[in-house]
T-cell receptor, first 113, second 116 residues
Framework: KAGVTQTPRYLIKTRGQQVTLSCSPI?????VSWYQQTPGQGLQFLFE???????NKGNFPGRFSGRQFSNSRSEMNVSTLELGDSALYLC????????????FGPGTRLTVT | AQTVTQSQPEMSVQEAETVTLSCTYD???????LFWYKQPPSRQMILVIR??????QNATENRFSVNFQKAAKSFSLKISDSQLGDAAMYFC?????????????FGKGMKLTVNP
C-alpha cells in the first residue's frame, strides 16, 4: 500500500497570502489529522476529519481551516499568512478505532516571508 | 487537558548499548493510549511502540520496550542494542480513549544521538 502523501513538499509564501496544503491518506483510512510542527511549540494538533466531517479541532485561529473529500483526501487552508505560520505541517491517517495507530506523511515545509 | 512532558531534550548513546528515554504525562482519564514516535532526519514520523493504559503488561517491539507506570503517570522507552539508525527525534504521545477522536498530544521531543 502506498503511504500518506502530502503536496507540495515545500512552499514559500509572502505574508498576507493564503495557502492550501493537500494530504492523501493510505487507501482505506477515513480519519485524517493535521499537525503543525515548529521548533518552539513542537507538535500541535490542528484538526481531524473523519468521513468528511471535522471530528476535533485544536486551538488555532480561524485562519486555519480544512476539509475532507469523499475519497478521504484532505486539504488544509491558511489565510492571511503570518510569519509565525512558518512550520512543517504534518498529515496523519488512520483506520477508525485502530487504537490510535496513525501513519504520518512526510510533511509540507511552509516558509512565510 | 492532557499534557505530556519530556524533560530531557537530548541524549546520546554508544552503538550496541542501552538507553532509556523518559516521559511523564498528566491526565484525569483512566482509559487512554501512549505512544513513542520516531522522527528521523528525513522527517517521516514512524510509530515505534504503543501501550494501552488498561494493559498492565509492558509493550515490547523487538529492541524497543516500555516501562509503563500508570500510578506514577510515567512512560519510558528503552532501546536495547542501539543502532546508528536509531538516531532521531523521539516523541512521546497521548491519545484519549474518550470522544472518538484520534487526536494525539505530543511531548516536546528528545534528540537521540548514537555514537559509533
Amino acid at each position: 500500500k502506498a503511504g500518506v502523501t502530502q503536496t507540495p513538499r515545500y512552499l514559500i509564501k509572502t505574508r498576507g497570502q493564503q495557502v492550501t496544503l493537500s494530504c492523501s491518506p493510505i487507501s482505506g483510512h477515513r480519519s485524517v489529522s493535521w499537525y503543525q510542527q515548529t521548533p518552539g511549540q513542537g507538535l500541535q494538533f490542528l484538526f481531524e476529519y473523519f468521513s468528511e466531517t471535522q471530528r476535533n479541532k485544536g486551538n488555532f485561529p480561524g485562519r486555519f481551516s480544512g476539509r475532507q473529500f469523499s475519497n478521504s483526501r484532505s486539504e488544509m487552508n491558511v489565510s492571511t499568512l503570518e510569519l509565525g505560520d512558518s512550520a512543517l505541517y504534518l498529515c496523519a491517517s488512520s483506520l477508525d478505532r485502530d487504537r490510535g495507530k496513525q501513519y504520518f506523511g512526510p510533511g509540507t515545509r511552509l516558509t512565510v516571508t | 487537558a492532557q499534557t505530556v512532558t519530556q524533560s530531557q531534550p537530548e541524549m546520546s548513546v554508544q552503538e550496541a548499548e542501552t538507553v532509556t528515554l523518559s516521559c511523564t504525562y498528566d491526565t484525569s482519564e483512566s482509559d487512554y493510549y501512549l505512544f513513542w514516535y520516531k522522527q528521523p532526519p528525513s522527517r517521516q514520523m514512524i510509530l515505534v511502540i504503543r501501550q494501552e493504559a488498561y494493559k498492565q503488561q509492558n509493550a515490547t517491539e523487538n529492541r524497543f520496550s516500555v516501562n509503563f507506570q500508570k500510578a506514577a503517570k510515567s512512560f519510558s522507552l528503552k532501546i536495547s542494542d542501539s543502532q546508528l539508525g536509531d538516531a532521531a527525534m523521539y516523541f512521546c504521545a497521548y491519545r484519549s480513549d474518550q470522544g472518538g477522536s484520534e487526536k494525539l498530544v505530543f511531548g516536546k521531543g528528545m534528540k537521540l544521538t548514537v555514537n559509533p
